[in-house]
């Protein structure tokens, strides 16, 4: 058994969803602070660390859960880039205008609930081929990222990209597509092993009818067989609606989204048990799946601030990348950051299958890995792309000379501990640095812009960097 | 003799211009430019360059650059502070702001040379307007050179120069003259040229304006294996010649370039010319390339709204009858034939000539316009407004070449409409048919690609002796009716070659910021995406930005270039005119 699955059953059920309060044993510290501005934000840079630290847990969770300041002007402002974007039929640059949000919206855990959902609800740009009807897929769940679970489920049956997504628009009376409902099922709202072969097969019937006009979901009684189906042994003349309301009813509908979030937002490092997870699903379901009270009881709770969450998940790209940006303070092109994290198999729009990105230590391969370390000096040179997020402008904001402090510095801010056991290596590696290159009088903004660079970048390169 | 500016022959003939001190031989002022030698690969001469700043293309460059967000990560990079530490330093030191040290520095006269040797080497004269700010500057460096890791340098006094030697650098400085050189040796010559030359004759006069003169010697770096090499004719590359043969004829035919920059009036100008020794036999350059004795390049087409404008006389019938010549006879024949297989092709489609038969009968006039146009879609408007583009090609016979091509074009339009379903229309104009090839405007068309691509229509027709195609049919009439209005006027009311200088013009171009400014307007939405999520940008720095270029468009006035032959050679010049 792994040491992430030891502590995770280490955790007893009754106390884990409690709400963390701090104690002397357990303060809330710069390290619970950055782990929940992680996991909710992407990343934090320094100084949002200490801010969360000085306001406290439960502030810093209403400000999470509540739209920044300026959020409605970003919004107006980032739906016209994407309005240009479709417009101009490339699909980059729409991919360029989502990482646009996640890079600089005021509003950041609702783009990383944007994104999961995303995931979740897996829909292809490469088969949908419809720039258009993939945003306004991602504008929709946007909107119900922190709503109501129901409202989005139904919204997706009858999203236009969805219905050419899962051949819904080939799904007829009399031929019924199977695809959708199987994945309604296993995929959105169930999992394997909650529904049957003949479950699967009326739900098909009652999803039939369905299909997309116009760039519109679209109805045609005729195409819909309206008989009686039987789907979880309940009869009726049931439709899509009633589908939806069917797969809520199913207590392993709760218990399917509630896991599907602790791997999202708490750990995916080990399995946690059905009895770990019951209180969460036991008021998910009665709140109406209700997704903010549900993100919200996780985020502050005693469990997500143990050893059994903090370091415990694999940094997608997207954290990687916009994390290192809000830590550095810095801003980088979102076409360059889009593309980085495709290379590094996160493509939005474009998620590889039906059941979204695998995720975990599957982000790291012996390609992907390398790309990852590459990426850390690139995001540091301070040049070229990457001159909007140089290491050493918050090292002559801090007034750092020395090797030493620099070092710690960036410990501290990329691993919230300036004590880390890599730091004597780090700085005899900058000391090596510093003494290379010119050495007269003018030279010495350049040199210690160097070491700034070298800093950040030995930083970024611990193993523990990919963990978030 | 061609005519020449004033102040261009003062800067050029430096051994030809009269000395104009006063006092005896002995006291006359010996001007750092006199150490240069006469042999060089490169010189360059500068007056006034502290003058430069005040030009107003370049003071609203500085401006823009220093308000631009896109610039601003490189003023706020590391190793730009170390040039700014640098000034910072001499600023303090010296008790001077930065505009006055400039001034005081590069007020007076620059002398840049690369001598010839292997590998050639660097020599630079400078004439500071201040006599006593050389020896303070070099106090500063000796401070500077024992605070740095080698801590030590040269010095001695040659000739009442006082040297040093910082590393690789040596530098001898006598009141306002400074010497600077990699070379120790190169820098001694330097220094016993300029206390042995006679100041009382050809010492060039200092210019009290901003000027820049250079001349390159071609004959002395055509001796370089190198620079032989990349002028081998004929050239590997068969699209050279085509494009740039008649210009890489010149690099091989003349002996020298001469480049002067010079603020005449409200102009920027900045002439380059190709000469040879008086007496010197040149050929007249390329055949067919540039315009013979008696053609010059036609008037450029300028309708209303044109951000640029070109003209060109190019006699292809010419280049390929002398292709031989051009590419080699093994080429010429390879390319002989390969244009009788195209013909043989070619018949299929029902055309009854070759490509060289196609390419005879085309010009020898070109012009391109680009200007702003009318939306060409009433049903499809694009989110940015393009400008439009017009081409025009004199055709030698209007009649055969109608022939040839229609049934080249009715196979054209048949692919065309079956593979991207784009519809041939016909309209006229005038006398004129136009042929006008639209793209499918239906919903299911529309969501495929950039709706910008509804910028375009493509039109042309054959008309008027001319083959005339451009993106817009609007922008193709407003041409026509240029071409007609020109066709009115009285024999040789067209536009005159240059006043200044009896030259075969061969090229012309006009540029337009101003205009450019204005359709930046018609891009601000692709601008503005592209300034945020390329370059990182905000919203609101991008807008900033979207102004603050049209605002600098808006501020550069009028550029245009002309190039042909003169009776002493070759020459290009450009225009910059302040708005």
């Not at chain 2, 006027?489 to 067209?494: E, V």
């Given at each position: 058994m792994s040491s992430a699955q030891q502590r995770l059953n280490a955790i007893s059920p009754r106390t884990a969803w409690e709400p963390f309060t701090p104690t002397r044993?357990?303060?809330?510290d710069e390290l619970k602070a950055a782990h929940l501005l992680r996991r909710a934000a992407f990343g934090a840079s320094g100084p949002d660390v200490a801010r969360a630290v000085q306001a406290g847990l439960e502030e810093t969770l209403d400000q999470l859960f509540a739209p920044g300041s300026g959020s409605a002007a970003f919004d107006a402002d980032a739906d016209r880039l994407e309005e240009g974007a479709v417009a101009s039929g490339d699909a980059r640059q729409l991919e360029a205008a989502w990482m646009h949000r996640l890079l600089n919206s005021p509003f950041p855990l609702r783009e990383r609930l944007t994104l999961f959902w995303h995931d979740h609800f897996a829909t292809s740009?490469?088969?949908?081929?419809n720039l258009a009807l993939m945003r306004d897929q991602v504008a929709t769940l946007r909107r119900d990222a922190l709503g109501n679970f129901p409202e989005m489920l139904h919204a997706m049956t009858r999203d236009p990209a969805m219905l050419i997504w899962l051949d819904s628009n080939t799904?007829?009376?009399?031929?019924?597509?199977?695809n959708y409902a199987r994945e309604v099922f296993e995929l959105f709202s169930l999992g394997l092993g909650n529904y049957s072969e003949q479950d699967i097969r009326e739900a098909a019937r009652a999803l039939t009818g369905w299909s997309v006009r116009d760039a519109r979901a679209h109805f045609d009684p005729a195409q819909h067989d309206d008989s009686e189906k039987t789907v979880f042994e309940q009869r009726g003349r049931f439709t899509s609606g009633d589908i939806v309301r069917l797969c809520l009813g199913r207590p392993a509908c709760a218990m399917f989204l509630v896991r599907k979030l602790f791997q999202e937002l708490?750990?995916?490092a080990g399995q946690p048990s059905e009895e770990l997870l019951a209180p969460l699903a036991e008021g998910f379901r009665q709140r109406d799946f209700d997704i903010a009270w549900l993100v919200r009881r996780m985020l502050g709770s005693w469990l997500f601030y143990s050893d059994a969450a903090i370091q415990q998940r694999v940094k997608s790209p997207v954290e990687l990348i916009v994390g290192t940006v809000k830590a550095l303070e810095g801003r980088v092109g979102p076409v360059q950051a889009a593309a980085s994290s495709a290379e590094l198999g996160q493509r939005l729009y474009f998620?590889?299958?039906?059941?979204g990105w695998d995720g975990g230590r599957l982000w790291l391969n012996s390609s992907t890995l390398m790309r990852r370390q590459n990426l850390a000096f690139e995001v540091t040179?301070?040049?070229?792309?990457?001159a909007r997020c140089d290491p050493a402008r918050l090292v002559r904001e801090q007034g750092l000379r020395t090797a030493d402090d620099m070092a710690g510095f960036f410990l501290r801010l990329f691993?919230?501990?300036?004590?880390?056991?890599q730091r004597a290596r780090i700085v005899e590696q900058l000391e090596v640095e510093a003494a290379a290159g010119p050495q007269h009088p003018f030279a010495q903004p350049a040199r210690t812009a160097r070491l700034a660079r070298a800093a950040a970048h030995l930083a970024l390169t611990l193993p523990e960097y990919q963990l978030g | 003799m061609w005519q020449a500016s004033r102040r261009v022959a003062a800067g050029i003939a430096l051994a030809a211009c009269l000395w104009s001190g006063t006092g005896s031989a002995d006291d006359a002022p010996r001007t750092a430019?006199?150490?240069?030698?006469?042999?060089?690969?490169l010189r360059i001469d500068a007056s006034r360059?502290?003058?430069?700043?005040?030009v107003p293309a370049v003071e609203a460059l500085s401006d823009f650059a220093s308000a631009s967000a896109l610039f601003a990560p490189l003023y706020e990079n590391p190793e730009a502070f170390t040039a700014r530490e640098a000034l910072l330093f001499l600023e303090r030191r010296l008790e001077l702001d930065r505009d006055e040290l400039w001034e005081r520095l590069a007020g007076g006269r620059w002398s840049f040379a690369v001598l010839p040797g292997a590998p050639p080497l660097g020599l630079i004269a400078i004439d500071a307007l201040d006599p006593d700010l050389p020896g303070r500057i070099l106090q500063l460096m000796d401070e500077l050179a024992s605070r740095s890791a080698a801590g030590t340098f040269e010095t001695s006094v040659y000739r009442d120069f006082d040297c040093r030697r910082y590393g690789k650098l040596a530098l001898a400085i006598q009141g306002p003259r400074i010497l600077l050189s990699g070379d120790r040796q190169i820098l001694k010559e330097a220094v016993d040229r300029l206390q042995d030359a006679?100041?009382?004759?050809?010492?060039p006069a200092a210019a009290d304006e901003f000027e820049v003169h250079a001349r390159v010697d071609l004959a002395r770096l055509r001796l370089s294996p190198e620079v032989q090499a990349g002028l081998?004719?004929?050239?590997?590359?068969?699209?050279a010649i085509a494009i740039l043969g008649g210009w890489l004829d010149l690099f091989r035919q003349y002996d020298r370039i001469d480049v002067s920059l010079s603020q005449p009036d409200s102009r920027l100008l900045l002439d380059v010319r190709f000469t040879s020794p008086a007496g010197t036999k040149v050929q007249p350059g390329l055949e067919g390339f540039w315009a013979p004795e008696g053609s010059e390049a036609p008037p450029l087409l300028m309708?209303?709204?044109?951000?640029y404008a070109s003209s060109w006389h190019r006699d292809y019938q010419a280049l390929w009858e002398a292709r031989e010549t051009l590419i080699g006879a093994e080429r010429a024949e390879r390319v002989t034939k390969a244009d009788a297989d195209a013909g043989a092709q070619m018949q299929v489609v029902?055309?009854?000539?070759t490509p060289s038969d196609l390419l005879s009968q085309l010009g020898p006039e070109f012009r391109t316009v680009i200007l702003h146009s009318t939306p060409p879609y009433a049903d499809v408007v694009p989110p940015n407004r393009l400008p439009a583009g017009v081409a025009v090609v004199s055709l030698r016979d209007e009649s055969r070449v109608r022939t040839w091509m229609s049934p080249v074009f009715r196979i054209l339009n048949l692919i065309l409409n079956g593979d991207q379903g784009i519809i041939s229309t016909a309209e006229r104009h005038g006398d004129a048919e136009l042929t006008i090839l639209s793209l499918p405007t239906k919903p299911e068309a529309l969501?495929?690609?950039?709706?910008?691509?509804?910028?375009f229509r493509t039109t042309y027709t054959i008309s008027r002796g001319r083959f005339v195609i451009g993106t817009t049919p609007a922008a193709v009439k407003a041409v026509l009716d240029v071409l007609d209005a020109e066709a009115a006027?009285?024999?040789?009311?067209?536009a005159a070659s240059d006043s200044e200088s009896p030259l075969r013009v061969t090229d012309r171009q006009s540029f337009s910021p101003a205009e450019l400014a204005r359709a930046l307007n018609g891009v601000a939405e692709a601008l503005g995406r592209s300034l945020v999520l390329?370059?990182?940008?905000?919203v609101d720095e991008a807008e900033r930005e979207t102004e603050r270029l049209q605002t600098l468009f808006g501020s550069l006035g009028r550029i245009e270039t002309s190039a042909g032959f003169g009776p002493d050679g070759f020459q290009y010049r450009v225009q910059w005119f302040e708005p």
């Open positions: 044993r357990s303060r809330w740009q490469a088969k949908v081929d799904n007829r009376k009399g031929a019924a597509n199977e708490v750990s995916d998620p590889p299958s039906v059941k040179r301070g040049i070229g792309e990457s691993h919230q501990t300036a004590d880390h056991p | 430019a006199l150490a240069i030698p006469a042999e060089t690969l360059l502290a003058d430069i700043v005040r006679d100041a009382t004759a050809n010492a081998k004719w004929p050239p590997d590359d068969l699209g309708p209303t709204g044109v951000l029902g055309a009854e000539f969501r495929r690609g950039s709706l910008d691509r509804f910028n006027l009285p024999a040789g009311g067209l390329v370059a990182g940008l905000t």
